[in-house]
């Protein structure tokens, strides 16, 4: 697969949920949304932005394909200091995460709400929990992961996605730095693969397969 181009998008990023997620990465990955046959796993939707993202993929296919998404739903500040070993206030913008945390059914709800006022909770499945457990076992022929935030998250959760990957599907990881990069293709094997704006999209396999 060649280096995806930026494309006009038929929305604005002021039509999407709050995130992280940056305009050259929307527009990534709502083409990879558009152009993978399904069905989609996503790891780490926080309230939705990504989610979104490849759920208007999805509507604008006019098809019916299956898409999971698995997001622990934190909702509570003890849950994130369990799952994360520090609390939320060490980060620079604790409220940004305490009003999705400290709600009834925390992050989830926001999920499900951004969805919903969207017109997509249709076209997304919801699990809750940490994904070695919860998601299903695919094949996909598209996951979009925001979990492999470091070297650990990565040797812990790609060998897992690469499990429920389909023969020739496409593996997309959020927050990919060069150096991260170079690990990955370290600890693994890629048939073809691109970094753009902390985006890295592959294919796994031989090179000259």
Request: negative net charge; aromatic residues 10%.
């Amino acid at each position: 697969m060649k280096k995806l181009d930026y494309r006009a998008l038929p929305f604005g990023l002021e039509d999407l949920p709050e995130g992280w997620f940056s305009a050259n990465q929307v527009n990534l990955l709502y083409q990879l949304a558009l152009a993978t046959p399904g069905p989609i796993l996503e790891i780490g939707p926080w309230v939705g932005r990504s989610t979104s993202v490849i759920a208007r993929a999805l509507r604008k296919r006019g098809e019916r394909i299956a898409f999971h998404t698995v997001d622990y739903g934190i909702a509570s500040e003890a849950e994130w200091k369990a799952l994360f070993g520090s609390s939320v206030h060490t980060k620079k913008d604790p409220d940004r995460y305490l009003r999705h945390i400290n709600q009834p059914g925390g992050t989830i709800a926001s999920l499900e709400r951004n969805l919903t006022a969207q017109g997509l909770r249709e076209y997304v499945e919801i699990h809750r929990g940490d994904f070695h457990a919860v998601a299903p076992a695919g094949p996909f022929a598209l996951i979009f992961c925001d979990a492999t935030h470091s070297r650990q998250e990565i040797d812990r959760n790609v060998p897992a996605l690469l499990e429920r990957l389909s023969p020739g599907g496409i593996l997309a990881c959020d927050d990919i730095t060069p150096e991260l990069e170079a690990h990955l293709l370290t600890r693994f094997t890629f048939r073809w693969h691109h970094l753009d704006s902390l985006l890295f999209y592959a294919t796994i396999g031989d090179p000259a397969a």
